[in-house]
């Protein structure tokens, strides 16, 4: 098992993905007790599963109520967690937990996403407008900011809570000096900015992760981009998928359109059996994840967001019907 998270970075084709995919599925079977019950109550002989389309994915609900970790492969105990991430569950829900033993992973996951997409983070001031996530404890979007923001060596980077004079007074800085910037920000917040204060900064790259979390009217994606692009100035609105269940993320440089880093993939599933995975583009069904960062509790997760695959992405659509809210990807088309 130490081999493996050297092999997930380095994935160059498809081909690799699915050999190193099945060897993980293959591994966590066998050593992730709580996934290995689950495949034996789905009906599921790992050892005839043989491709990708055979792989039954774990409901993303189990991290509520069991603690998802894969033991080492030669019988030792399963490592001590590092940290405990949790999910921005709305008041009186449970919170799904992530019992990350190796924090190490996380980082070198969302910092090669990060350089996959945009590049050196040193190149970069980053604005990090997160104040519901860093009003609680257990955010990986904040471990993952903190950590970027570290990266970037820049003083103005840094955490905006809801001194928004400041925030707009960095971003003109920055602008003036030319400085590369990212602002990203939870959704209500972003939208509560601009109201207050109207940016002209072009060459800002804007990154929203989703999520009215209770704070006013949900928002049709397209009218939240518009009303973003017009209080920044810009002409496209990036956007982050990521939870507390997952060790990596999928981006979108406009157009709710994301992309997903080497080591991860989508499978749509179909809505009224979920063991059947629907191929091609256009069609609309229950998006499950492969995560291949999630070496240490289980990589195939099934969510409970709807989304479709088209031929420049995937999209997501909003939380299915009876899934519980959360505090980030909640806005509806």
């Known amino acids: 098992m130490n081999s ?3 092999k997930i970075f380095d994935i160059a084709s498809e081909t690799e993905f699915r050999l190193l995919c099945m060897e ?3 591994m966590q079977a066998q050593h992730c007790s709580v996934y290995k019950e689950y495949l034996g109550l789905a009906g599921c002989n790992p050892g005839k599963v043989t491709s990708i389309s055979q792989i039954p994915f774990l409901p993303v609900r189990f991290f509520k109520s069991k603690k998802i970790v894969t033991a080492p492969p030669d019988g030792g105990e399963c490592r001590t967690e590092e940290i405990i991430f949790t999910s921005s569950a709305t008041t009186g829900m449970t919170p799904s937990k992530h019992y990350v033993t190796d924090l190490k992973l996380y980082e070198k996951s969302f910092t090669e996403t990060f350089r996959h997409f945009y590049g050196d983070p040193a190149q970069y001031a980053i604005l990090s407008l997160l104040p519901s996530y860093l009003e609680r404890e257990g955010s990986s979007l904040i471990y993952m900011a903190e950590h970027l923001m570290k990266l970037t060596g820049n003083p103005a980077s840094g955490f905006y809570l809801y ?6 007074d960095t ?3 920055l602008k003036r000096d030319g400085q590369k910037t990212i602002l990203l920000g939870v959704t209500f ?5 601009v109201k207050e204060y109207k940016t002209d900064f072009p060459q800002l790259t804007v990154i929203e992760t989703g999520g009215m979390k209770g704070r006013g009217k ?4 397209d009218r939240l981009h518009e009303i973003l692009c017009e209080g920044f100035g810009v002409e496209k609105i990036h956007s982050e998928y990521g939870m507390a269940e997952l ?3 999928a981006y979108s440089k406009g157009e709710g359109l994301f ?3 080497p080591w991860m993939k989508i499978v749509i599933r179909d809505l009224y059996d979920p063991f059947c995975y629907r191929d091609g583009c256009g069609i609309t069904g229950g998006i499950n994840i492969i995560d291949l960062a999630n070496i240490n509790s289980c990589s195939f997760i099934e969510t409970e967001d709807m989304g479709r695959i088209t031929a420049r992405g995937f999209e997501v659509l909003g939380r299915m019907k009876n899934a519980e809210l959360r505090g980030c990807n909640m806005l509806i088309e």
């Open 218 to 221: 949900e928002i049709a994606r």
């Open 163 to 168: 001194n928004y004079r400041e925030l707009a």
């Open 189 to 193: 917040a972003l939208l509560d900015f």
């Open 259 to 261: 992309l997903t880093p």
């Open 171 to 173: 971003l003109s800085r």
């Open 247 to 249: 060790l990596s993320q």
């Open 24 to 26: 993980i599925f293959r």
């Open 4 to 6: 493996l998270p050297c």
